[in-house]
């Protein structure tokens, strides 16, 4: 096991430590920073930055060959971190001998330790692992805002006050589909220079703010959570793949929603996220594929399509597969 014991806790010292221990390069641009792990310990890199409203932006992303421990001993407050796992895992603690907590792929966590007491990383071992971190310096990020804590809920408060680090806080849940998205664009964006930073100041605050609604959905009853959990997600194509066979006879959605045990405004969640349209939208264009299907076959007349694809009127029909491909479906037969 190889440990690395670390005294920073903002970007530019931690990853300037790392570099140092790792013996390797350290690089900079716009004060974005970003070391590649060296081939003794395995593959990929540890980049981020700090912005001066106090909201910082970390990844890890790589595969270690051997166990690896990140060890942050800093006694002063370190900042309130917001983790999201894409994939691997991770083991968690803020002591030594303190409870170790795995957060693992399509988790999200929200980390606070003791002001005397630092985190503890351990890695996996010939494990792939992407994680990202949105880490906010309490202090900082209260001298930046126009509004009194006081006036935000107190679940919010209890998280964003502590400045002093008298409270720790280790809350896991699952992360949603929005949030995936917003941190793949992350990923994927490839300009540099100002315009990159100007992106990363904006998508660390929508990932901040996705976390938090996540956080404040899940201290309602199951009952009242709006947000679709990324664990739901496999509900979704369920559904859809149950559409996708029942299109003759497909129920409504309220009866889907209680066949799957997912409420309707998730369903509609995970379709938008999936498809970008409602699921009834989805339905009208799984019907308008399977007609076009079965009219190039040629071996069904327009009122045997039409009760096929599960619709009872023919004018209804003619009307959205001529939205939809441009031309009247006695038309199209004809031509065949």
Do not use: W
């Not at 792939?128 to 309490?138: A, G, P, T």
């Not at 964006?189 to 404040?216: H, I, P, Q, W």
């Amino acid at each position: 096991m190889e440990v690395f014991n670390i005294q920073g806790i903002f970007v530019k010292d931690i990853l300037s430590e790392l570099a140092a221990q790792f013996e390797t390069s350290l690089t900079e641009s716009l004060s974005e920073y970003k070391l590649e792990l060296p081939k003794s310990l395995g593959e990929g890199f540890i980049q981020g930055i700090n912005f001066p409203n106090g909201v910082g932006l970390l990844q890890f992303k790589g595969k270690f060959k051997k166990q690896v421990v990140f060890n942050f001993t800093s006694k002063k407050v370190h900042p309130l971190k917001f983790f999201y796992c894409l994939e691997g895992s991770l083991i968690h603690s803020i002591k030594p001998d303190g409870e170790r907590r795995k957060i693992q792929q399509y988790q999200s966590a929200i980390i606070s330790s003791y002001y005397h007491f630092g985190h503890i990383y351990k890695f996996p071992v010939d494990e792939y692992f992407n994680f990202q971190l949105v880490e906010i310096d309490r202090k900082a990020f209260r001298e930046h805002i126009n509004y009194k804590l006081e006036d935000i809920p107190y679940y919010f408060y209890k998280l964003f006050a502590d400045v002093e680090g008298v409270r720790e806080v280790f809350y896991k849940s699952n992360y949603t589909l929005h949030l995936a998205q917003v941190i793949k664009e992350i990923e994927e964006f490839d300009k540099d220079n100002l315009v990159r930073v100007n992106f990363l100041g904006a998508k660390a605050l929508e990932a901040l703010s996705l976390m938090l609604t996540k956080y404040e959905d899940d201290l309602k009853e199951n009952n009242q959570q709006r947000i679709l959990r990324k664990s739901e997600f496999e509900i979704v194509n369920d559904v859809e793949n149950y559409i996708d066979q029942h299109l003759m006879n497909i129920e409504t959605i309220d009866e889907i929603s209680k066949k799957f045990g997912l409420s309707k405004q998730k369903l509609q969640q995970g379709f938008q996220l999936k498809h970008q349209h409602s699921i009834n939208e989805y339905i009208k264009n799984k019907r308008l594929e399977l007609a076009l299907k079965l009219l190039d076959e040629g071996e069904k007349n327009i009122s045997e399509i039409v009760y096929e694809i599960g619709l009872s009127s023919r004018s209804y029909f003619s009307k959205i597969f001529k939205e939809k491909y441009k031309v009247a479906p006695s038309t199209y037969l004809s031509s065949k």
